[in-house]
Structures are given as C-alpha cells and as structure tokens.
C-alpha cells in the first residue's frame, strides 16, 4: 500500500494529515499488518486533550495491545465511531476509512518533526531488513 | 493416515448442542427429599423479592442427559490422563487417584472453615504437616497456605516485602523483572501499588549482574526472579543477586512456577531468596481442572513472618492447634476462609507418597527435558544453549523459512496425539516452544513425542500446507478467534438456531 | 516409586543418549556449594492404603457426627453423586486451561454453560469463567468499578460478610482507593440515609451484600438509584447463591459477585469454591477473568475459544485487568453439572425448602422465653436472634450434645454480643432442627 505524499508519519507508525485546520489522525498500513486482524479500537472520550508523543488509544488485535501516540497535541473534535462496530477497516483502509480521531491542533510546529513519506518508507524497509536477517 | 503417526488413531466422538437446547419443560435430574416442615408461602415471606417460576431458561433434562451431556463434552478434550502434555511452565504431571479420593472424605470435605478449633484439630495437622514439608523443601522459616493460586500468591509475598519496607519508614518504589518473566509478576506489582522495571536478560538468558547492581537502587523494593527461568535455564548467580539487593535492602521474591526442577535439589532458602511461593497445582501435582483451582502457598525467611496474613496456625501446649487471628502486623486477609483446603490436603498426600523420594521426581523431569533437548537439537533452533533443567525453549527459525510458525507446529502436534507445547513464550524468544514433558513421562512417551516432532519438522520442509492447516484429525479445526473478539457470544440465548446444535 | 514410570534401566540408556555419566551432571549448573548433600527430612514415602489411613485419621479427628448450624458464607446444600461422577473424569479433572481450543471444546463448552447459567441466576448480561471465591471477587470488581468510573472512593456496607471486607481492604491498602464503611439500620439493611449523605461524585461503588451477612434481603432498585445519581456502580455480593432460586435476581446492580460454592461444593474447611462475576456487556472490557465466546471453526461448524484475552496479564502484563491466571474452572464446572442437575424447577424447590425451614427454626426457636428476632426485613436461610446469654456460653452446651451452634455475630459485629447467626438449609431435618431448639431451651434454662 502506497504512503500518501501528503501525509507525515511516526516512528510508532501513526499518520497524521492537516485539512482546514483539522488533523485526522490514523496507524500506517505497516502497523495494522504487524498487528493482524484489529479486534478492538479505544479511542479517547469527548472532551480529550492529545500530548504529542502520548499515548492517546490502543489497538486490539487476538493476542496483542497496541498503544497509540499522539504524533501532534489537540484537542479531541472527533473520534471515529465506524470502527467500534467495524474494527476491520483498520485493516481495509489504514490510511483512509480506518482514520482514528480528528483533532485541532494546539501546536502545529509539532508537525515539523515528523518523517515525510520517502523518509517512513526508508524507515520501515530498514525495519523489515534487520527481521528478516 | 500419516504412517508416522503412530501415537493415535481416529475414533469418532459424540455430538452435543449446548445444555438449554437439549430442555423441554416437566423434565427433572434431581428429587429432593420432601419437606418436613410446614411449607411456606415464598411470595409472602420474602414480598418484594421473591422470584416466582424459578430462573427464567435454566434447563429443565433427565439425569441420564446430564450425565451423557457432560461425558460427550468430556471426551472432546485432551489431558494428562491420556498422554503427554508437554506445557512449559505449566508442569502437567500425572495426578494421582489416591489424592482425590482423601480430598472428598467426610470429616475432611464435609468440615466447615468457622466450627470450633477443638473439632478441627484433623484439618489443623493436615495444615501443620503441609507447612512442615514446604518449610523443608524450600529451606524457608515461615509459610501461609491462604492464597489461593500462584498470582495470589505473588501478590501475597510483595505486600509483604512492602509491609517490611514500611516499617523500616519507606516502601519503596520499584519492583524488578526480568523481560522473560510469566505476566503475573508485573500485573502483581501494580496491584501491590509498585513501578515495574524491566531487567533485559543477558545473551546467555541470564541476570547481568553489573547491570542489576546500577539498577538496585534505593527505590527498589524487591526482584521478582524466576528460577530456573522461562528459559528452563537456573539462575546461576542467584546468591550474588540476592546479596546485590541486599547490599540496598531490597530484597529477593522467587517465582517457585517451576519449583519442579529444584525440589529435594537445592533450596530457594539457602540460595539467598527471601520470599517465594509454590504452585501446589504445578510442582505438587494438585488437578489443573480445566484451568483450576490450584494453591499458592508463600514462604518466607524470619524477616517477613510477623507480617504474613491472618490467621497463622499456632501450636499451644499438649499439641493443640489454634488459629490465630490477632496479628498486629499482619497484611490482613487474602482470601476469605483458611485457603483451598481441598487442595493443600491433595498437595499433602502427594508429598507423603514420595517422602524424600521427591528428588527422584525433580532427577526424572529434568532427565526427561534433557533427553528430548538432546533428541530435538538441529532439528529445532536452540536460541540459549545453556544447560536445560526441567524444560527446554526451542524456536521456529529453521521452519519460519518453509512459512510454518510455531503456532502451526503446536497445531500439527495434536494430530499426532499430543497436547502442544507453550507457544510463543517467553517472550524473549521469537516463536517459542516451550517444552515441559515432567516426571510423570516415560521413555517410551518421550521417544514418541521426538519422533513427532521430527516428522513435523520433515513436513515442515516436504509439505508446509499440512502443517499450516493442521489440526486435520479434531473435531473442530482452527477455530475464528478473530470473530470471537470482534462480536462477542459470551452467553446462550434463547432463540438461536437449534439446528447449529446437530453438527 | 509407583508415580514414575522409569526402570533403572531405561534411565540409565537415557543418561547415555544425553552423553552424561550420571544424573548429577545434570545439575551441574547449580553451584555445588547450594546442591543438597543429604535427603529431605520429610515423612514418608507411604504405600496407597497409608496415605489413606493418615487422612482417615485426622478426619476422625474433626466434626464427624455432628449436627451444624453454621452459615456465615459457607453452606451445606445437598448435591448428587452425578456431580462428583463428571468432575472425576480425567479429561475434565486432568487438563489445562483451554488454550488449545481444538482438544479442549468439552472444557470450553462447559465453561460456555457456566456463563449462561451464571447470566441467568443474577439477571446480568455477561459472566466470567471464574474466580477465587466469592472474596476476592468482590474485591476484583471494585476495581472494575475503579478503572470503569475512574474514581476512588468505595462505599461499603458493614453488612457485607466481616471477612469479605478484610480482603478488600488488604488490596486496597496500597492501591488509590479509600474504603469508607456504612452501618446498618434495625431492619438489619444498610443505612439507606448514612449512605445518602457519604455519596458524592467521587465515589466509584456502593457495596452491598444480598442476602446480606444477617441473611436479610436489601432494596437493590433503590440503592442503584441513589448510586446511579451521583455516577457510582452498585456493586453485590452473593454468599448464599441458592437464594436466587426463590429470590430476584439482582439486575439492578452493575457488577454482582457471587460465590458459588452453595451449587455442588462442599464446605471443605473453606475451599476450593468458585467466585463469579457478572455484569453488563458495555462493562467487558474491564472485566477481570477468562471468558469463552461463541465462534466457527474453518467449517463454519460451530466452537468455543478462550476470547478478549488482552484485558489478561498474559498479554497485558503491567496493564491488564487483574494478575488472575488460575482460576476455580473445576469448581465452576461442579457448579453447572450441579445446576444442570437441579433445573429450573429443583433448584426452585430447593430454595423453597430452605426459606421454609429457615421459619420454622426461627419460629421454633422464638418459642424460647428471652429469644427474640433481631432484624424484620425478609430472610432466606440464615437470620440472627438475640438470646439472654452469651452465644459462646449457649455454644457451649451445644456441643455437648453434638451440635455445633450458629455463628457467633460478637467476633465481628462487637455491637452484637448476644447475637447468633443460624443458618438452616435443605440439609437439616425437622428432628435436627427440634433438636437444637431443645437444647438451646435447655442451656438457657441452666443457671447461671
């Protein structure tokens, strides 16, 4: 799956991308591979503030929890609700229907520490190199 | 079928729908004697609380249906009793007959915890005794029976170590666990309100002694180590560890999950440890039962004894046995009641049946792992080749190259009529297995399970797809755990599709 | 030894295959200096038939033929030889925890029953496979309350079974909860207006016990109102389980937990029982304990799995819900057999049956000059009097006749010091029951 040019990325694998103001925040194609079949998703209540860097949600696959980090501080303005009934397009859909908040951002120079999408791609083959040595 | 399973061959099991489909209002198991009392009005004796007609969909089925409902689902499941159960860390051994028909004798089985001591004293030995032979085996000072499994009993012995750093004016923060430690421990420490620090294990899947002494620091309350570890491997060092805690008064917690390889060996209390528990229903064979119950007594050097919970059996003059409830530094209670009763008088009987035999046992189980090790090395990959104890942790990294895990070689396993093995665990291993084959294992059982899993590593190269899809031969192939997870059926309810029931 | 099948001789091939000249090579990475140089100072080893006199011996040593009144949370009820019949075949009694689904659907099955009988008695949406006991999962589910309501304070009712609250107390002592305990009122209910006046938005649960530790009924509709105000989970606990055959099932709680040892288990000087607990589906997630869930295999062919197994430490490790690994599934198991057993209508009747002699006890027994009944709320099996002397004293003199008198409500409640707790169930028989009320005349009627 392709990693959209227009979107920055994490070290832990979430992605972020900024429209009119807004922030939608998601996990990479890579990390709900790793994860397998995504069973549950929490996401943060009404009201929840994000810290970059913190976690703000998990994801479930059977056998295993993952922690969702904030990639940028906000605060909450969506979570979304599709996935509690269809966890599944997670897996589908990573970097479009399977979005996880959407968020105002509180500081947006944050962004400017993310990876861009050449620099992920570089990141994660690095990753799969040293798992298949 | 695969000539090269030689352990099993098919025979066909019965079907059975869920108990509440098989129910059909009139239908009776069970007549009580009749009342011989005057009959109450309920709906008048209890008013507002009084449910009439019984509980809405409980089954209404004859006693032979209940007996054949129960004997059906019965032969659905693997066990001890029918062979090998080689779970590492899970010490599947056999449990013996003898111990079960004692459990359930009138005047044991039929005793109530609040009657008066004097017509308790029979129980009251059999705790006394218990304590005595666990005392001896661990080489501890102190031990209480009350917790009623091995995380129980963990969290027993840090409220402990936290009750001993009280009193000393600071509980400390911080508990140490090495990364291959079962999930227990840390879940416990946070329960008994500590930071948990994990400690990476060395390349030899040992403590890193210089490591540990820059973290023992005087926020560290307590190492929670395991030993032998997940790894199967002993701990060498383990006395130059409890001197490292010592040193900044922390102290040393022993996981005694796997207490089998040690006992009438060496003792935990002599290796410098200043708390531990016991799995009566591991080490001292009491039933798994399908996932329990089980006792997890706590044994503990002098230090920890005026803490441990209430009530602690006394002896009084002339012999006589009392509980003592009036502990003024006693954690309090764990559990309700003395403890699982049943369990410790199985866990006795046990251990009077080998005596100081109990070494014999501890020499077989790791006699057993060490043959299967010897058997398997090459075939499987060894990650640590430290010397084995009672069990050993292969990995799938010679079979990952055909595509089959260690999950799917666990799978293929039961069609050559054994339980799996642990899978992917320890953690510190990728793609574990984790082999503990115990004592109660045979020769000819162990030649078996080797000649199994060398036919499946042969497969695994040959015919990947049969190991990937396996198991072939059960009743039920690999069932969706994904689907379970995603919308929970946690319950029966009326109006589903009977029709599912028949197949 | 007659538990190890080895011969000297095949250990000794064994030994050869590994490439060691002895036994003791394989231990060599314990430091010699640790390695025990003498055999265990432990009795035995004892043939089958000694082990058995041992134990037989110390049974005769205890309460063999004697009469009990005790309740107190743990009960004798009757139970059939079917139970003990399945819970002793080894495919049940001699396996692990049911990881490996494929060979373990009769276990997971069970456990499947259990849950829904489990639902249906507590008139809850969904229960676990088990826990300790009915302590320690009352305890386990205030802090389900704690991680659902993210609050701290716990109300508790001092009507709550004495060692019940003990248990509590040890687990919270360190965590962030605060434990405040609210009285009784005459009737023998928790003080309703005492518990009003404590509730603020900073309380995670209200605890109470039904039938309580007096054997009286609380108002569960009103309570879980006044809870539900201020964003606080009722929570309640089951010692006599056999009530909820004649009883409402206690819907209006959010968590209930439950002991179960009245279905099947035997009083076994306190254990092993089965603890239960139960709620709402919305609250799953932070359920502690195993659950098994309904799936299909690759067939389509219906099957059960061990499911939501990361809210459990094996997964979760510091995060999960509890440490909980064992859990009672053989006691749970006992439970459905028994209750399968039973049905709708036994356990119906049975519950009738222990609600009618626990009346005709107390009415009995309040035909004695000075013995009065202490609490007016509804009862099931079990209700306190308060006699002219000291229970301790009246015991006494019961035991002389082989009886062994009701619990003594003093070692708990020090307010009650002529009280009893008497238990009365299907067990006892009429001529049992006339027995003790005579003796208890008898004893009060001696002088001082």
Redesign the interface.
């Known amino acids: 799956m392709a990693y959209p040019k227009e979107y920055r990325y994490t070290k832990e694998h979430e992605w972020i991308v900024v429209k009119g103001g807004i922030a939608t925040i998601g996990i990479t194609d890579y990390a709900q591979h790793e994860l397998g079949?995504v069973?549950?998703v929490e996401l943060p209540k009404a009201g929840a503030k994000l810290a970059a860097g913190k976690i703000f949600g998990s994801v479930?696959?059977?056998?295993?929890?993952s922690e969702i980090f904030a990639p940028a501080s906000g605060d909450l303005v969506e979570a979304n609700a599709a996935l509690q009934d269809k966890?599944?397009t997670l897996n589908s859909d990573p970097h479009g229907a399977g979005w996880l908040v959407k968020v105002k951002l509180t500081n947006p120079t944050e962004l400017s520490s993310l990876l861009d999408a050449a620099a992920y791609e570089a990141f994660i083959a690095e990753k799969q190199k040293e798992a298949s040595s | 079928m695969n000539d090269n399973i030689k352990k099993v061959l098919r025979h066909p099991t019965q079907s059975e729908g869920l108990i509440f489909e098989k129910s059909s209002p009139g239908k009776r198991a069970f007549d009580l004697p009749p009342l011989d009392v005057p009959p109450v009005d309920a709906a008048k004796a209890l008013g507002e609380f009084h449910r009439g007609g019984g509980v809405e969909g409980f089954p209404e089925v004859s006693e032979i249906e209940v007996l054949r409902h129960f004997t059906r689902l019965s032969t659905w499941n693997y066990a001890i009793d029918l062979g090998m159960y080689p779970l590492g860390s899970c010490t599947m051994k056999y449990n013996p007959r003898v111990n079960e028909f004692v459990a359930r004798l009138a005047g044991l089985a039929t005793e109530h915890p609040y009657q008066p001591q004097e017509l308790s004293q029979g129980c009251l030995k059999i705790l006394q005794l218990l304590e005595k032979c666990l005392l001896e085996i661990t080489g501890m000072d102190a031990v209480t029976l009350q917790p009623a499994a091995g995380a129980q009993g963990e969290l027993t012995g840090i409220l402990l170590i936290r009750a001993h750093h009280e009193k000393l004016g600071n509980p400390r923060k911080t508990v140490l666990i090495p990364d291959s430690a079962h999930g227990t421990n840390p879940a416990t420490a946070i329960i008994a309100g500590y930071q948990v620090q994990n400690i990476k294990s060395s390349d030899e899947g040992q403590i890193d002694i210089a490591r540990l002494v820059e973290q023992v620091t005087g926020d560290v309350a307590a190492l929670m180590l395991t030993n032998p570890s997940t790894l199967g491997i002993f701990e060498q060092r383990i006395a130059e560890i409890a001197k490292v805690l010592h040193a900044k008064g922390a102290l040393l917690y022993m996981d005694g999950a796997n207490m089998n390889a040690l006992a009438g060996v060496t003792r935990p209390g002599d290796l410098g440890v200043d708390v531990m528990h016991l799995n009566l229903h591991k080490t001292f064979s009491t039933p798994h039962g399908g996932g329990g119950p089980g006792a997890g007594p706590v044994a503990t050097k002098k230090i920890l004894e005026p803490y441990l919970p209430v009530p602690v059996l006394v002896e009084k003059e002339g012999g006589r046995l009392v509980l003592d409830y009036h502990r003024k530094e006693s954690i309090g209670r764990v559990r309700a009641f003395g403890g699982n009763f049943g369990v410790l008088v199985r866990a006795l009987a046990y251990i009077l049946a080998y005596g100081p035999g109990v070494r014999q046992a501890t020499e077989d189980a790791v006699l057993n792992a060490n043959y299967i090790r010897k058997h398997l090395e090459g075939v499987f990959d060894l990650p640590y080749t430290r010397p084995s104890m009672h069990e050993v942790v292969f990995s799938d990294a010679l079979q990952k190259k055909h595509g089959v895990n260690t999950m799917d070689i666990a799978k293929r396993l039961i069609d050559y009529g054994f339980h799996p093995y642990t899978t992917a665990f320890p953690l510190i291993v990728p793609g574990a297995l984790m082999i503990e084959p115990t004592e109660s294992e045979s020769k000819e059982e162990c030649d078996l399970f080797i000649d199994a899993m060398k036919s499946i590593a042969r497969e695994a190269e040959a015919d990947p797809e049969v190991v990937k899809t396996a198991p072939h031969t059960t009743r039920v192939r690999r069932l969706d755990e994904v689907a379970a997870a995603r919308k929970p059926v946690l319950r029966w309810k009326p109006g589903g599709k009977k029709s599912e029931a028949a197949d | 030894m007659r538990y190890l099948p080895k011969s000297p001789a095949e250990r000794q091939e064994m030994l050869a295959a590994i490439g060691v000249q002895s036994v003791e090579e394989l231990f060599s990475t314990i430091p010699e200096a640790y390695r025990l140089k003498k055999p265990l100072n432990l009795p035995g080893p004892l043939s089958e038939p000694e082990v058995i006199a041992y134990f037989r011996a110390r049974a005769a040593e205890n309460s063999v033929g004697y009469t009990s009144f005790l309740g107190a949370g743990v009960y004798n009820h009757l139970s059939s030889v079917i139970t003990d019949t399945v819970l002793q075949r080894g495919e049940f009694l001699t396996s692990y925890t049911p990881y490996q689904a494929e060979i373990s659907q009769g276990t997971l099955q069970a456990i499947f029953e259990f849950q829904t009988l489990m639902c249906q008695l507590t008139g809850q949406e969904v229960a676990n496979a088990s826990m300790y006991d009915g302590s320690t999962a009352t305890t386990e589910a205030v802090l389900m309350a704690e991680r659902l309501t993210g609050k701290r304070r716990v109300l508790l009712a001092r009507s709550v079974h004495p060692e019940y609250r003990e248990v509590l107390k040890t687990y919270a002592k360190n965590s962030r909860l605060r434990v405040e305990e609210v009285g009784y009122i005459a009737a023998g209910t928790v003080d309703a207006k005492g518990l009003q006046s404590a509730l603020r938005d900073d309380v995670c649960a209200v605890v109470v016990q039904s039938p309580n530790f007096f054997g009286v009924m609380e108002s569960l509709g009103s309570l879980a109102e006044a809870a539900h105000a201020v964003g606080a989970l009722l929570l309640t606990a089951i010692t006599e389980a056999v009530s909820l055959g004649v009883v409402k099932p206690p819907a209006e709680a959010d968590i209930v937990a439950m002991e179960a040892q009245s279905f099947g288990l035997a009083p076994s000087y306190g254990g092993p029982f089965a603890g239960v607990i139960a709620s709402k589906e919305k609250f799953v997630r932070q359920m502690p304990g195993r659950l098994a869930g309904q799936t299909v295999d690759l067939d389509g062919r219906r099957g059960f799995v061990l499911t939501l197994a990361t809210r459990e430490q094996h997964i979760r490790r510091e995060k999960a819900t509890s440490n909980i690994c064992t859990n009672q599934a053989l006691c749970a198991l006992a439970a459905t057999v028994h209750l399968t057993l039973l049905g709708k209508e036994g356990l119906r009747e049975m519950a009738e049956q222990n609600l009618a002699k626990a009346q005709f006890a107390l009415h009995e027994l309040q035909t004695i000059p000075g013995v009065k009944r202490t609490f007016a709320a509804p009862f099931f099996n079990e209700f306190v009097v308060e006699l002219p002397r000291s229970v301790k004293m009246v015991n006494a003199e019961l035991l002389k006749e082989k009886i062994v008198g009701p619990f003594v409500l003093g070692s708990a409640y020090p307010e009650l010091t002529k009280h009893a707790l008497v238990c009365v169930t299907e067990t006892t028989s009429r001529a049992e029951i006339d027995r003790m009320v005579a003796a208890v005349r008898r004893a009060l009627e001696q002088p001082l």
Do not use: G, L, N
């Open positions: 079949d069973v549950f479930e696959s059977v056998k295993a929890v966890p599944e």
